[in-house]
């Protein structure tokens, strides 16, 4: 546990927020047990507590922050629109020109709109695919999260075929149940669903990575059958790149494994670490959205001024600097390094990842969302808690991402080997 290390003050905070706030956090993935720390600041590869303590951070926020925390070029970005003002309720030439780069990026992306959260991306762009093909049903893959709206909370069911049950109280079934799931990497049963429900069927939503779950990979070919699956049968395919867009590479997942989607969602890093979502697809099915069509979407903060400031000196850091190569270089050592400590130890794990995302797996190597509930979630709680004691901070779950930024150097990455070995 985290005997080694004083969390009074984060102690503290939590006893006085749980009484303010549900749980003591804003998000359910921060309620870290038995108590999360507060965080008084971050800089760089590094996250410090209320108690003073500094942890080599790999949770980076669950994504956004690619360049570590508190980036000079990012953070004058932010403060030279703060100058100008921060919120004006028009239209401003700063989302046009994020809008071209990021258009210029992704092939499946002529037209996009801003939003202010992933969640907004992934809610519009499926709105967007229903009233384009004016069908309902949409498939969703079993642990692909895509924020926490009503029509993708759904819980993984059991059958794979089996309409959809709200995964929350609060969610009629009556909202959920267009939501269909097929389980990852298993093209057979994704085409008789795609088959059986095509007349109704809008879309396909995956993430091409699933991000929320490990990261599971998919296997070789999987994203290209999908393709042509849906392309055959005419229901548009939308990848949610909302973890590995501008994560993977430029162009996200679909540059990475060449294969183009009709739609994508992203946000995150493309925020630079402010609100930001972004839903874009081609030009035909965008055009429908209000006041260009019939489909309508909103928001008092779409395209807030400093968010889009910020994601515009985040992308044109990552192009010019070739962050990628660099990030995608230390995941690979990073992974390979601890695949020999798993070996060395003679554990039963498995380490998992692509580009700068991973994971070790506390059981076999999983390729859907039943095969990763296998692993030891217990176990791996106890491990995230001592990794914690000796300066590192993971996400707090077996079944969420770890990321490197390009602010983790040489000691930090040896640093937390040290941890790894030590502590699995
Ligand atoms: N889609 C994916 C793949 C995500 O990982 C997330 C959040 O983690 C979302 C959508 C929702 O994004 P947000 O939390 O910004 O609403």
Known sequence: MVSEITLEKSRKMFEKAKTLIPGGVSSPVRAIKPYPFYTASANGSRIKDLDGNEYIDYCLAYGPAVLGHNHPVIKEAIRQQLDKGWLYGTPTELEVTLAEKVASYYPSIDMLRFVSTGTEATMSALRLARGFTRRNKFIKIEGGFHGAHDAVLVKAGSGATTLGEPDSLGIPADFTKHTLQAPYNDIETMTALVEKNRDDLAAVIIEPVLGNIGPVLPLPGYLEELRKLTEENDVLLIFDEVITGFRLAMGGAQEFFGVVPDMTTLGKIVGGGLPIGVFGGKREIMEMIAPSGPVYQ???????????????????????????????????????????????????????????????????????????????????????????????????????????????????????????????
Do not use: W
């Not at 400031?309 to 044109?316: E, R, Y």
């Open 298 to 424: 909103a928001g008092t903060f779409s395209g807030s001024p400093c968010s889009v400031a910020a994601g515009i000196a985040m992308v044109d850091y990552l192009e010019e600097e070739n962050i990628h190569a660099k990030l995608n270089s230390a995941g690979d050592y990073m992974r390979a390094v601890l695949s020999e400590i798993i070996e060395d130890e003679g554990l039963d794990y498995n380490v998992c990842g692509i580009g700068s995302m991973f994971k070790i797996f506390f059981g076999d190597m999983p390729h859907n969302y039943q095969e990763v509930l296998k692993c030891d979630k217990e176990g791996y709680l106890a491990f995230f808690h001592r990794m914690l004691a000796s300066g590192v901070f993971l996400p707090p779950s077996q079944f969420e991402t770890n990321f490197i930024s390009a602010a983790h150097n040489d000691i930090d990455i040896e640093k937390t080997l040290e941890a790894y070995a030590e502590n699995l």
